[in-house]
């Protein structure tokens, strides 16, 4: 990967070999593709998107969980790609999978931090989803109050800028996380 990210190097091999690594049976040679894909943004963005792709339905959650933070970092060049392939591995993680509860931490975490911090729309859209039916998604809103704890005081209460707009967002999510839990156990 470093070798594919250097801006000089046009040496069609390296990516052939990265694509057969891609697909290798071991989790341990396709972790750290996973978690350094982005090292490629600038000499082969398609061909890293495509691999992020492929590991975002990887049978590994280990190797999912490197996508998901990964595509963290993406998010600042193309939200609505990145959060919405997070997303889709937080919707995939099935209950009862193994390490599947470190995963879905990450996933709300990292969409709660889009939604509350820049009002990011595919975030907002999977945070409602989560909060407008917690009977059915406790394991993920259960995330959710540790992710927001440090914003619901972001910045000076007599601000009326950004950071009440963080606040306000926190606190929203606060009060549908309180309505949805109290309906959901009346």
């Not at 919707?91 to 931090?113: F, H, M, R, Y």
Request: charged share 25%.
């Amino acid at each position: 990967l470093a070798l594919a990210a250097g801006s000089g190097c046009t040496d069609t091999t390296i990516i052939q070999t990265l694509d057969t690594l891609v697909k290798d049976p071991s989790p341990r040679v396709r972790f750290p593709i996973a978690q350094y894909a982005t090292w490629i943004r600038n000499t082969q963005p398609a061909k890293m998107w495509k691999w992020l792709e492929i590991f975002s339905e990887d049978e590994s959650i280990t190797v999912r969980d490197a996508c998901v933070h990964a595509l963290n970092h993406l998010a600042n060049v193309d939200s609505a790609r990145a959060l919405t392939l997070i997303d889709e591995i937080l919707e995939s993680v099935s209950k009862d999978l193994e390490g599947g509860d470190k995963l879905t931490k990450s996933a709300v975490q990292i969409l709660t931090g889009w939604y509350v911090w820049r009002n990011e729309r595919a975030a907002c859209a999977a945070i409602a989803r989560i909060t407008s039916n917690i009977a059915e998604r406790a394991n993920q809103a259960g995330y959710i109050p540790f992710a927001i704890r440090e914003l619901l005081t972001h910045g000076a209460m007599e601000d009326p800028g950004e950071p009440a707009a963080i606040r306000g967002r926190a606190v929203e999510l606060l009060r549908a996380l309180s309505k949805q839990s109290c309906d959901a156990v009346r």
